[in-house]
C-alpha cells in the first residue's frame, strides 16, 4: 500500500506541477518559450486530473489532497475564460437600450460543412441565410467566405438590408475568399490590415432619435494550425499518451502558428485596437484558445463578450478534437455586453457567436 501511495504522491506532483506551469502561458511571450503556450491547451484535463488525484486522496483518508487543492486554488482565475455562469442570450428591448447593436461573427468554412464537401455549398449557404433572417444582426463578420456555386449570396444579404459591406479580396480558383463584412448600418470608413483583417467604421442610429454613435469592427481571422487528418489522428494518439516521431510534424505546425499569431497581434492589431478613439469591436476567429498567450493579451486591451454575459461551457470549433472556443467578440470600454449566443449550426466546421452591446453613454 505504501508503494502505491508513493506512486500516486508522484503522479500527484507531476500533475500539480504540470497545471501551475499553465500560468506561464500568459506571461511567457512564445518567440522567448513556446512551452508555456502549447500548455495552455492542458488547462483543463491538468485541472480535471488534480480534481481527480483529490477525490483518490479524500477516499485513503490522507491530507495530500491539499497539494491539488492549493495548486487549483490558485488557478482558479482561468476557468473563467471556459465557464461562465449568470450570463443571459435574452435580445435587449431596443425601448430600453436605444443605442443596442448586435454583432455576429462566424468562420463559414466556404459553406462546405464541418467535413468539407465543395458540393453542399449552395444548400449550406441556404441555411446560412435562414440563420441571418432569424437572428437579423445589425453587423455580420465572416471568415473565410467564398461565395457558393450558384446561390446569389451577397444579392440575397442585400435584399435582407445588408446594403453595406466591403472584404473578400483574396483571389482562390479565381473566386472571392476571405474576411468580409456586411452590415446593416452605414460603413463609413474602412482599412485593409491585410488580406485576413480589415477594419471598418460604423454609425448607429439611436431608436429613441438620438444622436448617430460611431464604432469600429476589426475583423480578422488569425493564421491556421492547417492540421489534415493525419495531424487530428496523431493528436488523438498523444491524447492517449502515444508520441511518436510523426508528432514532431504536427507539434512543428502548433510551433509555426502560435509565432505567427505573437506577430500577427503585435505587428498588425495591437496597433488598431489600441489607438481608436471611439468604441472598438474585435470579431472574427482566433485559432487559439482562451487562457493563451494571444488571448491574454487581447484581454489586456479589451474585453471578452463571453466574461460578460455567456453561460456555462462554450465551444465555437465544430470540426472535431479538440474542440475549444476560439471565435470570439472583444469591445472596448466605449460599449457595454448585453447578452451572448453561441448558435449551433452544422453548415460549418465552426458555429457562430451573436453578441448584443451597447454604447456606454
Known amino acids: 500500500m505504501k508503494v502505491i501511495r508513493a506512486i500516486l504522491f508522484v503522479i500527484n506532483v507531476l500533475l500539480a506541477f504540470g497545471l501551475l506551469l499553465t500560468t506561464l502561458a500568459g506571461t511567457v511571450a512564445p518567440s522567448r518559450a513556446i512551452l508555456p503556450s502549447v500548455l495552455a491547451y492542458g488547462y483543463l484535463?491538468?485541472?480535471?486530473?488534480?480534481?481527480?488525484?483529490?477525490?483518490?486522496?479524500?477516499?485513503?483518508?490522507?491530507?495530500?489532497?491539499?497539494?491539488?487543492?492549493?495548486?487549483?486554488?490558485?488557478?482558479?482565475?482561468?476557468?473563467?475564460?471556459?465557464?461562465?455562469?449568470?450570463?443571459?442570450?435574452?435580445?435587449?428591448?431596443?425601448?430600453?437600450?436605444?443605442?443596442?447593436?448586435?454583432?455576429?461573427?462566424?468562420?463559414?468554412?466556404?459553406?462546405?460543412?464541418?467535413?468539407?464537401r465543395p458540393e453542399q455549398s449552395d444548400s449550406n449557404a441556404s441555411i446560412f441565410l435562414s440563420l441571418v433572417r432569424r437572428h437579423q444582426p445589425d453587423v455580420l463578420c465572416m471568415q473565410e467566405y467564398a461565395a457558393p456555386k450558384r446561390l446569389a449570396l451577397t444579392d440575397s444579404l442585400v435584399l435582407l438590408g445588408y446594403n453595406h459591406y466591403y472584404g473578400a479580396h483574396t483571389a482562390r480558383n479565381g473566386t472571392p475568399y476571405g474576411t468580409v463584412v456586411f452590415s446593416r448600418l452605414p460603413i463609413t470608413y474602412v482599412t485593409r490590415i491585410d488580406s485576413e483583417k480589415l477594419l471598418v467604421e460604423l454609425l448607429k442610429e439611436s431608436s429613441s432619435g438620438g444622436p448617430a454613435q460611431r464604432f469600429r469592427v476589426c475583423c480578422i481571422h488569425m493564421d491556421s494550425y492547417r492540421f489534415n487528418d493525419a495531424d487530428r489522428e496523431e493528436i488523438e494518439r498523444m491524447r492517449r499518451g502515444e508520441v511518436q516521431e510523426s508528432s514532431r510534424r504536427t507539434l512543428g505546425k502548433v510551433k509555426e502558428t502560435i509565432l505567427c499569431h505573437e506577430n500577427e497581434w503585435t505587428q498588425r492589431i495591437k496597433p488598431v485596437v489600441t489607438d481608436s478613439s471611439v468604441p472598438m469591436v474585435l470579431a472574427g476567429d482566433l485559432n487559439d484558445i482562451p487562457g493563451s498567450w494571444l488571448y491574454r493579451q487581447i484581454g489586456k486591451e479589451l474585453r471578452d463578450t463571453f466574461r460578460d454575459k455567456g453561460f456555462g461551457?462554450?465551444?465555437?470549433?465544430?470540426?472535431?478534437?479538440?474542440?475549444?472556443?476560439i471565435d470570439m467578440l472583444?469591445?472596448?470600454?466605449?460599449?457595454?455586453?448585453?447578452?451572448?449566443?453561441?448558435?449551433?449550426?452544422?453548415?460549418?466546421?465552426?458555429?457562430?457567436?451573436?453578441?448584443?452591446?451597447?454604447?456606454?453613454?
Not at 49 to 66: E, G, K, Q, S
Not at 331 to 354: Q, T
Request: aromatic letters at 16%.
Open 313 to 325: 461551457y462554450s465551444h465555437t470549433y465544430n470540426g472535431g478534437f479538440p474542440q475549444f472556443r
Open 45 to 116: 484535463p491538468l485541472l480535471a486530473a488534480n480534481v481527480v488525484m483529490i477525490l483518490l486522496w479524500l477516499l485513503l483518508r490522507r491530507w495530500t489532497w491539499l497539494l491539488s487543492a492549493a495548486v487549483i486554488a490558485l488557478r482558479w482565475g482561468t476557468l473563467g475564460f471556459f465557464f461562465q455562469v449568470g450570463g443571459t442570450t435574452k435580445v435587449p428591448d431596443a425601448s430600453e437600450h436605444p443605442y443596442a447593436v448586435s454583432l455576429m461573427t462566424y468562420n463559414v468554412h466556404q459553406f462546405q460543412g464541418p467535413d468539407n
Open 330 to 361: 472583444f469591445h472596448n470600454e466605449g460599449l457595454d455586453c448585453l447578452s451572448y449566443r453561441r448558435i449551433k449550426s452544422d453548415m460549418s466546421d465552426h458555429y457562430p457567436v451573436l453578441t448584443y452591446l451597447e454604447f456606454a453613454i
